[in-house]
C-alpha cells in the first residue's frame, strides 16, 4: 500500500493537491477499451429482473454485495435534461454490487490516507478522485484473490478480470432503478426522498452513517443522496444518442467521469434514477474530488456462484 498513491500516474505533489497524467495515455486506453467493448457483449443468457430481492452475499474481505440479475431496462429520462434522452433499452450482464457506498473504514483497510472532509468510519468515503476509487477497487481485488480491473498507468478497465471496478454508468442506473420506471425507486416521488436518501432538504449539510435510510428494491442503500457515485464510464453528454444496447461502457473519450445519484447537499431533481453528469476525474487538476463524491464498486457475476460465498 501507499500513502500517496492515486493511481495511473497520478502524482501528488508535495501540497497533496496537484495531479498530473497523460491525457494522450487516457485516451489511448479509451480507445483499447472500445476495442474491448466491441469484442465483448457477450450475454449470460436472457435472464429476466425481477423476482424478489436479490440474494446478499458477504465478501472474503467482509463487505456485503447483492448479486443482481441480469436484464432488460429502460435508461434515461424523457422528462428530464437533454443528457438524459432519449430513453433507450439497455442490457446489462448479471453484477455484484456493493449494497453500500464504500465507508471510510473499509478503504482504510486497503489503502493508507483518508482524503474525506467529513470523518467517521461509517461514513462513505469522499473526496476521492475517480482514480483513487478505482486504485480502492484493485487492492480490493488483490485482498480478495482476484483479478485487478485497471492498469495502474492508463487506467484501461478489463472487463474481462473477475475483480472490483467501478460500475458502468448503465449497471448504475440499472441497480438503482431495481426494475422501477419512475423518477424515483419508490412511490410518492419526491416527496418521500427523505425516507431513502440525504439530500439537501434533510442532511444537515454533511454526509451520514450509510445504510441509515431506506433501501431500494433490491436491498441497495443510498443509490440516491449521502455521496455522488463515480461510474467507469467518461461522461458523455450526448452518449445516449449512439449508446449500444448491451453492456454500455460510456463515451470513448472524456476528461470527465460519470457521477450518479446526487448527495447530502443536492436538490431532489438530482436525486433521480436517469440524473447525469460528470467531473473532473481527477487526473489533472486535483488529487482531491469534492466533499460529496463517493463510489462503491462492482463486479462481474459470472463464475460467482462458488467463489464468493
Ligand atoms: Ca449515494
Known amino acids: 500500500m501507499d500513502a500517496d498513491r492515486g493511481g495511473f500516474a497520478v502524482r501528488c505533489l508535495v501540497s497533496g493537491v496537484m495531479c498530473q497524467v497523460s491525457r494522450a495515455a487516457c485516451h489511448r486506453a479509451r480507445a483499447v477499451l472500445l476495442v474491448a467493448v466491441m469484442l465483448g457483449g457477450q450475454a449470460f443468457g436472457e435472464e429476466v429482473a425481477g423476482g424478489g430481492a436479490p440474494e446478499v452475499i458477504k465478501t472474503k474481505s467482509g463487505v456485503e454485495v447483492v448479486r443482481l440479475p441480469a436484464g432488460w431496462f429502460e435508461m434515461g429520462s424523457a422528462k428530464g435534461a437533454a ?22 473504514e473499509l478503504y482504510g483497510k486497503l489503502v493508507l490516507g483518508n482524503p474525506s472532509h467529513f470523518k467517521g468510519p461509517n461514513l462513505p468515503m469522499e473526496q476521492v478522485s475517480w482514480a483513487r476509487a478505482a486504485v480502492y477497487c484493485n487492492e480490493r481485488s488483490r485482498a480478495e484473490g482476484l483479478q485487478a480491473c485497471y492498469d495502474e498507468d492508463t487506467a484501461e478497465c478489463n472487463f474481462g478480470a473477475n475483480g472490483y471496478r467501478l460500475p458502468t454508468e448503465a449497471e448504475w442506473e440499472y441497480a438503482c432503478r431495481a426494475g422501477t420506471k419512475g423518477q424515483y425507486p419508490f412511490e410518492g416521488g419526491a416527496a418521500k426522498l427523505h425516507d431513502y436518501a440525504w439530500c439537501a432538504a434533510n442532511a444537515v449539510g454533511t454526509t451520514h452513517p450509510v445504510a441509515g435510510k431506506k433501501p431500494n428494491p433490491w436491498g441497495l442503500f443510498d443509490m440516491l443522496g449521502n455521496v455522488a457515485e463515480w461510474c467507469n464510464d467518461a461522461y458523455g453528454e450526448d452518449y445516449y444518442h449512439e449508446s449500444p444496447a448491451r453492456n454500455p461502457r460510456g463515451a470513448e473519450f472524456g476528461d470527465n467521469h460519470v457521477l450518479r445519484g446526487g448527495s447530502w447537499n443536492a436538490e431532489p431533481d438530482a436525486c433521480r434514477c436517469a440524473y447525469r453528469l460528470g467531473d473532473d476525474s481527477g487526473f489533472q487538476d486535483a488529487c482531491y474530488a469534492k466533499d460529496d463524491i463517493g463510489f462503491r464498486c462492482v463486479r462481474s457475476a459470472a463464475g460467482t456462484a462458488a467463489a464468493s460465498r
Open 83 to 104: 443528457a438524459e434522452k432519449p430513453v433507450h433499452k439497455v442490457w446489462v450482464d448479471a453484477f455484484l454490487m456493493d449494497r453500500y457506498e464504500v465507508t471510510q
